[in-house]
């Protein structure tokens, strides 16, 4: 067994999936440390993100395993995978290209609480519409 699987088998035994086989995965763009999005990992999406390179996550509404960008073409790839001291949230440095929001915009945090109102404070980058074309 090479020193990387050896290494991806104990991060893989530190890790609290929950109930549903499921870990919280905060994505951040290792450049800047701005945060991207958070979404879900199954053990086999940090199986093929540590494999890889290429970020996947597992889609709790659609019930399936998805690489990042794999429909959009906005991809991440892995820089570094950190777990916290419960092991039950997972932070991955990216390298994100294009936008990480499948509303178009850089980032899934773009409403915030401002003068009491929930306003938008980051504007579409990328129409959604063409982020999914076939």
Same mark, same amino acid.
């Given at each position: 067994m090479s020193g990387a699987i050896a290494g991806a088998s104990k991060l893989l035994e530190a890790i609290a999936f929950d109930g549903n086989g499921l870990v919280t995965a905060v994505a951040q763009?290792?450049?800047? #440390?701005?945060?991207l999005m958070v979404a879900w990992m199954n053990r086999e999406?940090?199986?093929?993100t540590l494999a890889t390179g290429d970020v996947h996550y597992w889609s709790r509404s659609r019930k399936q395993l998805w690489r990042k960008g794999e429909t959009s073409g906005q991809t991440q790839k892995l820089v570094d995978f950190h777990l916290d001291c419960d092991g039950d949230t997972v932070l991955l440095t990216v390298d994100q290209? #294009?936008?990480a929001c499948h509303t178009g915009r850089r980032?899934?945090?773009f409403r915030?609480?401002?003068r009491g109102e929930l306003e938008?404070?980051?504007?579409?980058?990328?129409?959604?519409?063409?982020?999914y074309e076939s």
């Open positions: 763009q290792a450049e800047t #440390g701005e945060v999406a940090v199986e093929k290209k #294009g936008v980032q899934c945090f915030a609480l401002r938008i404070v980051e504007d579409v980058l990328v129409d959604p519409e063409k982020l």
